[in-house]
């Protein structure tokens, strides 16, 4: 009994469990697909959502950057020894495209030079290589965020609608939307987060706890909150209940920036005049005290110094960006991307890469909508 036991098992006399979960479920995605071809119960194993969405777990979240011609999207992985390994590919294009949005493993894509909501978008699974083309929405809607709605299994957008007009909104009615991938209904109201922040732009969302977090940015002048201090707070949106509530920040977020980082909520601000970053973190969301975790010292004038007769004098911005349990500051400078630890000691430089506020989890995990939505078999890929 014990024997036919043991044959049945997917290797030697290990639990299967084990076997999935804690070996196969740490493979990368290509080693993932040789390991399928070798036994027909391997393959079967490894096929279940169950294991997939395991393995999705597993899978390191990378920062993305992209090519001088934005044809090309890369995950950085600073882990890796060699230079020329630090870049893996994500997404080889045969247009230039602007990344909307990263969720999951899959990209929602705008051709640029278009305003997102003007262009027709698609969202793509570059592993898997699956894309479908999405309806074009109307020119005030703007894009907030991509999520996954819990309760239904279903991929949504959410969408802002600002405007004077109501000629083509769904309801005639200012506000938030919020519309399924792969469904052919009209985006459906929700409500404001808050009518104040209509003048905002809510950029790059970070999800912690089934909850995207803003740091909303403004025009000069029209900032409502300019009062200090008690104007300092984050808008959270449940993807659940698929409400708004607000959360206090540590630091004025119309200077600041939001990220994600071991699953907890941060947020850095770079102070140009004395070239230091500051990265704060939320270690414990429920009590919302926020600890200062680094200063970081960049090394502004070594980066100048190797720049010097090229872009030495141009315009520079840092993205903090988590990678691997690690936290990384990626100084773009004209053409050249700079990499420097949280020590303010300068690691690395590339040239003609451009970074991104967006990280990438490779995923196998099947979606219906690449099969709903209306056209898809009939898009062109935008893959080469």
């Known amino acids: 009994m014990a024997e036919a036991a043991e044959a049945t098992r997917l290797l030697g006399n290990l639990p299967d469990e084990i076997v999935l979960l ?6 990368d995605p290509r080693s993932l697909l040789r390991c399928r071809a070798v036994r027909r119960a391997w393959r079967r194993a490894t096929s279940t959502r169950r294991f997939l969405l395991a393995h999705h777990a597993r899978q390191p979240s990378l920062p993305i950057v992209a090519d001088n011609a934005h044809r090309s999207f890369l995950a950085f992985d600073h882990r890796a020894a060699a230079a020329d390994a630090q870049f893996h590919p994500v997404a080889r294009l045969g247009d230039s495209f602007s990344l909307e949005l990263c969720c999951d493993g899959l990209l929602l894509l705008a051709k640029s030079g278009t305003p997102a909501n003007r262009a027709r978008l698609t969202v793509c699974n570059p592993l898997t290589r699956q894309h479908a083309s999405l309806a074009p929405l109307p020119d005030d809607f ?26 083509d909104s769904p309801t005639g009615e200012n506000g938030c939307y919020v519309v399924a991938l792969g469904s052919d209904q009209p985006p459906r109201y929700i409500g404001w987060s808050d009518p104040e922040f209509s003048s905002a732009y809510f950029q790059g969302p970070a999800r912690v706890r089934d909850s995207l ?31 708004f509530r607000q959360i206090s920040a540590p630091v004025d977020p119309t200077k600041s920036f939001i990220f994600e980082v071991d699953g907890m909520l941060g947020i850095y601000c770079c102070n140009k005049a004395a070239e230091v970053v500051d990265i704060w973190v939320l270690p414990n969301y429920d009590t919302g005290v926020w600890d200062l975790k680094y200063r970081v010292a960049l090394p502004i004038a070594e980066i100048r110094g190797k720049l010097e007769g ?39 430089s590339f040239q003609d890469i451009y970074t991104s506020r967006h990280r990438f989890k490779q995923t196998l995990v099947p979606h219906d909508f690449f099969t709903t939505v209306q056209g898809h078999a009939a898009d062109a890929s935008p893959f080469i």
């Open 213 to 243: 977090h803003w740091c909303l940015f403004y025009r000069p002048g029209e900032n409502p909150l300019e009062d200090g201090e008690a104007g300092w707070k984050l808008v959270v949106f449940d993807t659940v209940a698929e409400s």
């Open 22 to 27: 804690e070996i196969l479920a740490r493979l």
């Open 142 to 167: 703007n894009i907030l965020g991509m999520y996954l709605h819990g309760p239904t299994c279903e991929y949504r957008l959410l969408l802002q609608w600002v405007s004077d007009s109501d000629s």
């Open 310 to 348: 090229h872009d030495g004098e141009g315009y520079w911005y840092a993205t903090v960006a988590s990678g691997g349990g690690d936290l990384l500051l990626l100084v773009s400078f004209g053409h050249s991307l700079f990499y420097v630890d949280t020590d303010g000691k300068l690691v690395a």
